[in-house]
């Protein structure tokens, strides 16, 4: 299984950036890290993904170390339907598409 | 488009009934996968696909069957219903692994 282990939660004001961090200190060389978010009970939204350079959306950037084996997401203008548990996951090297999720973090963010 | 679409929504089952969970999904995608979501725990992978006639298994696949038999389609079977498959299912899908997987909106399962 892929591991990963992030803070179970987080809170952030409306407004400011929101600094996720995930281990995955296990990571092998050609596995993506994604990072997913499920507001209440939907189904998990796709935000970002990224291999070793840093990456950027519409959504969010991530951040990934030099080394690989840990990497932050980080939501610019955070806002109150940002709250949601992220999850940060990888295939554990896999090539078919399986994701293993752990807990995720659970993200809140306040007025 | 309407992504991946999964039936029914809610659903209770007695112990040791049957049923079957229903996903399809109208973007062309090869790989599909069901997942389970146990309260205030992450998604374990039940089975997956890669393709039409083809399936595995997951973390978690024992109580379980899947067929594939077109791209479409994914249906999760379960036999003889227990109390510890209540659960809320996602199933999901992906044009090819890896990459940003699809998510269905879940399907609530009781087992009483």
């Known amino acids: 299984d892929a591991k990963t282990t992030q803070p179970p939660s987080m809170d952030c004001a409306e407004g400011r950036a929101a600094n996720l961090p995930c281990n995955h200190s296990?990571?092998?060389?050609?596995?993506?890290v994604y990072w997913y978010r499920q507001i209440h009970s939907q189904g998990p939204q796709y935000i970002i993904h990224g291999l070793k350079n840093n990456e950027t959306n519409e959504m969010a950037s991530l951040i990934i170390t030099e080394d690989r084996k840990s990497s932050t997401l980080i939501l610019p203008h955070a806002t109150l339907r940002d709250t949601a548990v992220y999850y940060c996951?990888?295939?554990?090297?896999?090539?078919?598409?399986?994701?293993?999720f752990g807990r995720g973090t659970q993200l809140t963010v306040w007025p | 488009n309407a992504g991946v679409t999964q039936t029914p929504k809610f659903r209770i089952l007695k112990i040791g009934q049957s049923m079957t969970l229903q996903c399809t999904q109208d973007m062309n995608h090869n790989y599909m996968y069901w997942y389970r979501q146990d309260p205030g725990m992450g998604l374990k992978l039940i089975y997956y696909?890669?393709?039409?006639?083809?399936?595995d298994k997951g973390e978690v696949p024992n109580g379980y069957n899947v067929s594939r038999s077109t791209t479409e389609d994914f249906p999760l079977r379960l036999e003889l219903a227990a109390p510890s498959q209540t659960s809320v299912y996602f199933c999901?899908?992906?044009?090819?692994?890896?990459?940003?997987?699809?998510f269905g909106e879940g399907s609530r399962l009781t087992v009483l």
């Open positions: 999901a899908s992906t044009l090819a692994g890896p990459g940003e997987l699809f």
């Open positions: 996951t990888n295939s554990g090297g896999s090539t078919l598409g399986r994701l293993y």
């Open positions: 696909s890669v393709g039409a006639g083809i399936t």
């Open positions: 296990t990571i092998s060389g050609n596995e993506y």
